[in-house]
Nanobody, 112 residues
Framework: QVQLVESGGGLVQAGRSLRLSCAASGSISNYAMGWYRQAPGKQREWVADITPGGLFDYAASVKGRFTISRDNAKNTVYLQMDSLKPEDTAVYYC???????WGQGTQVTVSW
């Protein structure tokens, strides 16, 4: 089973940027991939996804601020997060679509 490892999270001030990475232990080239997040006390929610051909979609709450991309040669999916807001604070996960086992995620904390 392919393992997914998220990285790039951290503590940032509102308005700043972070770039998350999701490295897979195997090929992702034939799969749609998604980013998800789970804030404290809330259910995990979908953030963005990208098809094998590079088509993408975003949740309304992040559209215009987040950018998903992929590098199939590196088996890695990225999430560029700009203009971060405190409400973006969550643990961020990536996964195949349809989903597989979840990784550990990476914590993003946005402060004023």
């Amino acid at each position: 089973q392919v393992q997914l490892v998220e990285s790039g999270g951290g503590l940032v001030q509102a308005g700043r940027s972070l770039r998350l990475s999701c490295a897979a232990s195997g090929s992702i080239s034939n799969y749609a991939m998604g980013w998800y997040r789970q804030a404290p006390g809330k259910q995990r929610e979908w953030v963005a996804d990208i098809t094998p051909g590079g088509l993408f979609d975003y949740a309304a709450s992040v559209k215009g601020r987040f950018t998903i991309s992929r590098d199939n040669a590196k088996n890695t999916v990225y999430l560029q997060m700009d203009s971060l807001k405190p409400e973006d604070t969550a643990v961020y996960y990536c996964n195949f679509i349809p989903g597989s086992s979840w990784g550990q995620g990476t914590q993003v904390t946005v402060s004023w």
